[in-house]
């Protein structure tokens, strides 16, 4: 049973626009939530975070925006640039456990 | 370069074998965690070590242990290895553990089971 879910395996979007990527969960214990990105040969960099009282994230071009009614967090990178091209992972996590939970990625091309 | 470091990079080996995988942290810290990613899978935990101690176990088959030594480096060891085995295998630490505390992520081991 997955429990964290990202539905779309891919993505293009042009450069200079917003990229979307979002991800469902099912577990409501789930108290934080995180994004990775993942270049070709690389192991996933952190990007993002959000705990479960915020509903919104901020951190330059990037914001993670949670729904817990919804059981849906998602990302939003404006303006999109490519060298953001990449796999992006979505995962939670609850309590002090750090076993953390990722969807299966979203592939992203953002196109010059 | 996240500063965590993965050996082998590759390894392809046969069925019915045993290897070890290594993973140095980050200096400073003391939380290992191992992933591993297969083919039509995200990322799936495998366990944590925090400090030499096991901290959280994840869908890790018995025939996979792990480790974390005194110098806090940590190994994976997998042994009789089936086809199903095959998958990139990611190391990761963090200073602590829990919310707050940034995963770094290695650059992974591919092991090839043939």
């Known amino acids: 049973d997955q429990q964290v879910k990202q539905n779309s395996p891919s993505l293009s979007v042009q450069e200079g626009r917003i990229s979307i990527l979002n991800c469902d969960y099912t577990n409501s214990m789930f108290d934080y939530f995180l994004w990775y990105k993942k270049y070709p040969a690389e192991g996933p960099t952190f990007l993002i975070s959000?705990?479960?009282?915020?509903d919104k994230n901020e951190d330059g071009r990037f914001t993670v925006f949670l729904n817990k009614s919804a059981k849906h967090l998602s990302l939003h990178i404006v303006p999109s640039q490519p060298g953001d091209s990449a796999v992006y992972f979505c995962a939670a996590g609850r309590g002090s456990n750090y076993k953390l939970t990722f969807g299966k990625g979203t592939l992203l091309t953002v196109n010059p | 370069d996240s500063g965590v470091t993965q050996t082998p990079k590759h390894l392809i080996t046969a069925t019915g074998q045993r290897v070890t995988l290594r993973c140095s942290p980050r200096?400073?810290?003391?939380?290992v965690y191992w992933y591993q990613q297969s083919l039509d899978q995200g990322l799936q935990f495998l366990i944590h070590?925090?400090?030499?101690?096991e901290r959280a176990k994840g869908n890790i088959l018995e025939r996979f242990s792990a480790q974390q030594f005194p110098d806090l480096h940590s190994e994976l060891n997998l042994s009789s290895l089936e086809l199903g085995d095959s998958a990139l295998y990611f190391c990761a630490s963090s200073v602590g553990w829990g919310p707050g505390n940034t995963i770094y992520f290695g650059e992974g081991s591919w092991l090839t089971v043939v």
């Open positions: 070590y925090y400090n030499g101690e």
């Open positions: 959000i705990s479960s009282i915020k």
């Open positions: 200096s400073g810290d003391l939380s």
